[in-house]
């Protein structure tokens, strides 16, 4: 049977307000052996303070959302890389007396319903489209602060932090032409004028720039940021782009994807294709050959995110812009200079 606040406050001798003020740490108006014998008897019975009266009386669920997009009512899409994110985003909430509340949208009309239905102080909204976090309003949210990972819009209700792609991306770029590799394919997802994928590609470019080089705009893959299309791509990669000495994939789980299916094909990575991904995930360091990846710093793009909506939900005050992580080149085996 659960033990009640009443229970501890009867074998103890005091009132119930009492033992919530030495639970809850408002200790000014009790004796200090008041508040030992409390918390023995706290201890004891092992006593759990009940969430639901604490939220009730903070007026506070202390419950945060991590919104993520759902391939379809049975799946989310989860990769490699928002795995990571959430896992240090419920680190760095518990750390903060929060808990962590994870939903799949299979529709951006469902955001809504999310945030409205559970009582939250706060939601992380991670992977969706600009276009999709434009159209929210302060009427489709209601008094839920928001802040979005890995954005580009600019709805200032959703103002959040992001990996400095463009920087990051032109890193990429600018390695592999210094290795002298010219013919460079581009792999990523399909994009639009704004977002991550664009800012990469834009960055790409402007490391051919730099270098007085002009790119050939038939290097280019679009491709679902997955393992298994990486691993299709491989697999005629080198059929259908001959010329090609290096690709730049846009996350390493697509990279990852790609130097197995060159591998599937009878060539080799670095040797007959050089590869680099975007990241820098654990598992980058435990393929063969390892990758070399452009490394964002998840654990500060998480910490800055919680901490940024904390602040806002604590504070009463949105963030006025977003915040960018730097990035740098992690050099592994999978690049090297072109065969000559």
């Given at each position: 049977m659960r033990v009640t606040l009443r229970d501890i406050a009867d074998e103890a001798g005091v009132s119930m307000m009492t033992v919530s003020n030495v639970v809850n740490g408002n200790k000014?108006?009790?004796?200090?052996?008041?508040?030992?014998r409390v918390r023995r008897i706290v201890a004891e019975r092992g006593y759990v303070p009940s969430a639901s009266a604490r939220s009730l009386a903070a007026k506070s669920s202390r419950l945060i959302g991590l919104l993520v997009p759902a391939a379809d009512e049975d799946s989310m899409m989860i990769s490699p890389h928002n795995v990571a994110i959430a896992g240090q985003i419920e680190r760095e909430l518990r750390k903060r007396g929060y808990h962590l509340l994870l939903r799949g949208i299979a529709h951006p009309d469902e955001v809504t319903e999310a945030l409205q239905s559970w009582s939250l102080d706060g939601a992380v909204l991670l992977g969706f489209l600009d276009e999709e976090l434009d159209r929210l309003t302060k009427a489709t949210i209601g008094a839920v602060r928001v802040l979005a990972v890995d954005s580009y819009s600019k709805n200032r209700i959703t103002t959040g932090v992001r990996a400095d792609d463009f920087a990051g991306a032109r890193l990429a770029a600018e390695h592999l032409i210094g290795l002298g590799h010219r013919r460079i394919l581009f792999a990523g997802p399909a994009f639009s004028d704004v977002g991550v994928v664009h800012q990469r590609f834009e960055g790409f470019l402007q490391a051919f720039t730099d270098a007085g080089l002009t790119w050939a705009d038939d290097l280019i893959e679009t491709v679902n940021t997955t393992h298994a299309e990486g691993l299709e791509v491989g697999r005629r990669l080198l059929a259908a782009h001959p010329a090609a000495t290096a690709v730049f994939a846009t996350a390493d789980i697509l990279a990852i994807g790609i130097m197995e299916g060159v591998a599937d094909s009878g060539a080799t990575v670095p040797d007959d294709l050089?590869?680099?991904?975007?990241?820098?995930?654990?598992?980058?360091?435990?393929v063969t050959p390892k990758l070399t990846t452009i490394a964002q710093d998840i654990g500060e793009k998480a910490a800055t995110a919680v901490r940024m909506l904390i602040s806002s939900i604590e504070g009463g005050k949105q963030p006025r812009k977003p915040v960018t992580i730097g990035v740098d080149l992690v050099e592994r085996a999978s690049t090297t200079r072109p065969r000559t």
């Open positions: 000014a108006r009790v004796s200090p052996e008041t508040i030992e050089s590869v680099i991904g975007f990241d820098n995930l654990d598992l980058c360091a435990y």
